[in-house]
């Protein structure tokens, strides 16, 4: 908002120009730009919307830099004469619609008035504060307005319908939908009954808090005027102003809010004016709509809350010296506390200041006056307790993170599915249905992760040739023994092509997840879904595992079945597992065995062996296991073949085996004995044949 500097010198003593902004900054508003202007200095001062009922005005920043800068405050004086027999019911009276709308409404009339050019310190002070002159009566409006915060309006009584003889009727009134008013620049307006209107017995004067109208325009004519100073309900103000598309000082005004204590004494200050510049006579009295008045609000408080939430003590001749200073009244004083250690001050808060109304408001006050900056900066002290370690949250990130760093995208989906729910395996007394879903497409809770997941897959595969992600959530199942809501882990790979290898793929990035999590007591076995478990239609048999750890089922490992794939118009392969995070984290363990590296080489050897389609990989490798002893230190599989050149019924795994001692280097022959020692043990089975 923009202040004359000249201007507020009529109200109090001022400090220099640049010592005045340091004041208002360090206890006020922030100052955002001050200009030398004619022999003037004009301040731009950012006011926050909670002071506008106070220092929307030249008078309210007076006031306010007297009580910073300890300064005596002079409010303007006047004497207004009035005919004692111009009584003003003679000539117009109010009617107010809505007691709701219009707070109040205070009218004067002056008669016979000269409408001209206003003086030149008039136009002066409008024109450093971005308003253009217009004539004396609407420049003394607008004078008003800056100097006091309170907005006004003229009407010329003429032009305002009525009857020929009596009192004329203003009446605030919502506008008719239909009804259209010319603005005083010419504009046309549409209104509504949203729209709050000043209007005469024949249409709107004016847009009630914003915007006069052209009908009852002062002009060069105009003989005798009617003066309007109301206090218009802020709701209704803003709503008008955002659907008219329509900004203006008055309305910026009205809608932060001002005190209703306000009007008359403005609109005396603009009569008063009027009369010394423009003549005329005013009329006796004030018609005045005012049914129910705004009482000082009373706010107590104690000095040592005020101490507390401060941090610093102020004497209490201090307190009573700033609340002065800003014109608060202490109206009670009294010991409280224990041995009467503290004071309790009473205090009547003074009209135009409607942001106090509790003792965090007052206590604020007294801060800025007093001056933050002599709070001095101490530091806490305070026990300083680590929080307790939540153990599900741990290992879900931990879980979460070895998943990214293998490669995967965490998904985050809803916790409903639709009907699809039932291609899976699962009816109606399994899954539980939603009372109110959001649609057709949520009105399940989720059996398993595994059917958005899929339903992830689908979507991915329109931009992606291949989709690794995962999901760490909650599923929901109906039993016997009622309801089961429990974490799960689901991480799949997908592809366009199909292709075998994302089995091992994943069971690859499984084995390294357990090994991260510190479980070692995994195994893989036959799948034999229970009751409980997946269900049976979602794997494909033949390419699938239980997870298990010592009797413990932990999960499921596998392809999912081409017909799921086909009922989700999936085209491809996907791979996954689905592991029960609460029964993960019984085996979790952040403590890792150390297995120091060995110094001595490791020397490897391949194998191949020729063993019916039936047989597991398993079977095999814990053979050569078994076999081998000790000093087997790995034994990958790095080849599976079955086709051409191989007997039908049967298959060829080849495998590499690492011997390796941590007391010495084994020599050929240590090896050649354990090797043949392994090729017996596995030609112990007629089945099984060591190709050679």
Request: with cysteine.
């Given at each position: 908002m923009l202040f004359s500097y000249n201007w507020l010198k009529d109200y109090t003593k001022l400090p220099k120009p640049a010592k005045l902004v340091e004041l208002l900054v360090m206890h006020s508003f922030e100052v955002e730009e001050v200009l030398k202007i004619s022999g003037d200095y004009l301040f731009e001062v950012d006011v926050l919307s909670n002071r506008a009922p106070d220092c929307f005005s030249h008078i309210g920043l007076a006031r306010e830099i007297a009580a910073v800068s300890s300064k005596r405050f002079k409010a303007p004086k006047f004497n207004l004469k009035e005919k004692n027999k111009l009584k003003i019911e003679d000539f117009i009276n109010i009617n107010v619609s809505d007691k709701n709308d219009c707070l109040r409404y205070s009218g004067r009339v002056l008669l016979?008035?000269?409408?001209?050019?206003?003086?030149?310190?008039?136009?002066?002070?409008?024109?450093?504060?971005?308003?253009?002159?217009?004539?004396?009566?609407?420049?003394?409006?607008?004078?008003?307005?800056?100097?006091?915060?309170?907005?006004?309006?003229?009407?010329?009584?003429?032009?305002?319908?009525?009857?020929?003889?009596?009192?004329?009727?203003?009446?605030?009134?919502?506008?008719?939908?239909?009804?259209?008013?010319?603005?005083?620049?010419?504009?046309?307006?549409?209104?509504?009954?949203?729209?709050?209107?000043?209007?005469?017995?024949?249409?709107?004067?004016?847009?009630?808090?914003?915007?006069?109208?052209?009908?009852?325009?002062?002009?060069?004519?105009?003989?005798?005027?009617?003066?309007?100073?109301?206090?218009?309900?802020?709701?209704?103000?803003?709503?008008?102003?955002?659907?008219?598309?329509?900004?203006?000082?008055?309305?910026?005004?009205?809608?932060?809010?001002?005190?209703?204590?306000?009007?008359?004494?403005?609109?005396?200050?603009?009569?008063?004016?009027?009369?010394?510049?423009?003549?005329?006579?005013?009329?006796?009295?004030?018609?005045?709509?005012?049914?129910?008045?705004?009482?000082?609000?009373?706010?107590?408080?104690?000095?040592?809350?005020?101490?507390?939430?401060?941090?610093?003590?102020?004497?209490?001749?201090?307190?009573?010296?700033?609340?002065?200073?800003?014109?608060?009244?202490?109206?009670?004083?009294?010991?409280?506390?224990?041995?009467?250690?503290?004071?309790?001050?009473?205090?009547?808060?003074?009209?135009?200041?409607?942001?106090?109304?509790?003792?965090?408001?007052?206590?604020?006050?007294?801060?800025?006056?007093?001056?933050?900056?002599?709070?001095?900066?101490?530091?806490?002290?305070?026990?300083?307790?680590?929080?307790?370690?939540?153990?599900?949250?741990?290992?879900?990130?931990?879980?979460?993170?070895?998943?990214?760093?293998s490669g995967f995208s965490e998904v985050y989906n809803y916790s409903f599915t639709g009907e699809e729910a039932k291609k899976f395996g699962y009816n109606k007394e399994e899954i539980i249905r939603i009372l109110n879903p959001i649609s057709d497409e949520h009105n399940y809770l989720r059996p398993s992760l595994i059917v958005n997941l899929l339903k992830n897959v689908s979507l991915n595969f329109r931009y992606f040739n291949e989709v690794k992600i995962f999901e760490l959530g909650k599923i929901f199942k109906k039993t016997n023994s009622g309801l089961i809501e429990k974490k799960m882990i689901c991480s799949l790979i997908a592809s366009k092509e199909d292709n075998n290898d994302l089995f091992y793929q994943i069971k690859g990035v499984l084995d390294q997840f357990l090994n991260k999590l510190g479980?070692?007591?995994?195994?893989?076995?036959?799948?034999?879904?229970?009751?409980?478990?997946?269900?049976?239609?979602?794997?494909?048999?033949?390419?699938?595992?239980?997870?298990?750890?010592?009797?413990?089922?932990?999960?499921?490992?596998?392809?999912?079945?081409?017909?799921?794939?086909?009922?989700?118009?999936?085209?491809?392969?996907?791979?996954?597992?689905?592991?029960?995070?609460?029964?993960?984290?019984?085996?979790?363990?952040?403590?890792?065995?150390?297995?120091?590296?060995?110094?001595?080489?490791?020397?490897?050897?391949?194998?191949?062996?020729?063993?019916?389609?039936?047989?597991?990989v398993e079977e095999v490798l814990n053979n050569i296991e078994t076999a081998g002893g000790a000093l087997i230190r790995d034994v990958d599989i790095f080849d599976i073949y079955e086709g051409e050149g191989i007997k039908e019924g049967k298959k060829s795994l080849a495998f590499h085996i690492v011997f390796q001692a941590e007391d010495r280097t084994l020599k050929s022959q240590e090896i050649d004995q354990i090797l043949n020692r392994i090729i017996k043990s596995l030609q112990e089975n007629p089945q099984w044949e060591v190709r050679k």
């Open positions: 016979n008035v000269k409408v001209g050019p206003s003086p030149k310190w008039v136009q002066k002070r409008l024109k450093i504060c971005g308003l253009r002159p217009i004539n004396n009566i609407v420049d003394i409006v607008n004078y008003v307005m800056l100097e006091t915060g309170q907005p006004l309006h003229a009407f010329d009584f003429d032009k305002i319908s009525g009857p020929k003889s009596g009192p004329k009727k203003i009446i605030v009134r919502r506008a008719e939908k239909g009804e259209k008013i010319i603005s005083l620049d010419d504009e046309k307006y549409g209104l509504n009954e949203n729209i709050l209107v000043i209007s005469d017995l024949e249409g709107p004067l004016a847009i009630a808090g914003i915007k006069g109208g052209k009908k009852a325009e002062i002009d060069k004519k105009t003989k005798n005027i009617v003066l309007e100073a109301a206090n218009f309900n802020y709701q209704v103000v803003r709503r008008a102003s955002r659907i008219l598309k329509l900004k203006t000082d008055a309305s910026w005004r009205f809608e932060n809010r001002i005190s209703p204590n306000l009007t008359e004494s403005s609109i005396n200050r603009a009569a008063y004016l009027i009369k010394s510049i423009a003549k005329g006579d005013v009329s006796w009295g004030i018609i005045d709509s005012y049914p129910k008045k705004a009482l000082p609000v009373k706010v107590k408080f104690a000095t040592d809350y005020l101490e507390r939430l401060l941090g610093i003590e102020v004497p209490v001749r201090d307190i009573k010296d700033i609340l002065s200073r800003l014109e608060f009244e202490v109206i009670d004083e009294r010991a409280i506390g224990d041995n009467n250690s503290s004071i309790q001050l009473t205090v009547k808060v003074p009209d135009f200041r409607l942001d106090i109304s509790i003792p965090e408001d007052l206590i604020e006050e007294i801060g800025r006056i007093y001056g933050y900056y002599k709070i001095q900066p101490v530091f806490p002290v305070s026990s300083l307790i680590p929080a307790k370690k939540n153990i599900d949250v741990f290992w879900e990130q931990m879980i979460k993170d070895i998943l990214k760093e479980i070692s007591d995994i195994y893989y076995d036959e799948h034999q879904p229970t009751p409980d478990d997946s269900k049976i239609s979602v794997w494909d048999i033949k390419r699938c595992a239980e997870v298990k750890s010592g009797s413990e089922e932990l999960g499921f490992l596998g392809a999912v079945s081409s017909s799921i794939l086909d009922s989700m118009k999936i085209k491809g392969s996907v791979f996954l597992f689905d592991i029960d995070f609460e029964k993960l984290l019984n085996l979790c363990s952040e403590e890792h065995e150390f297995r120091p590296i060995s110094q001595y080489p490791a020397a490897v050897r391949d194998l191949s062996v020729l063993i019916p389609l039936k047989v597991k």
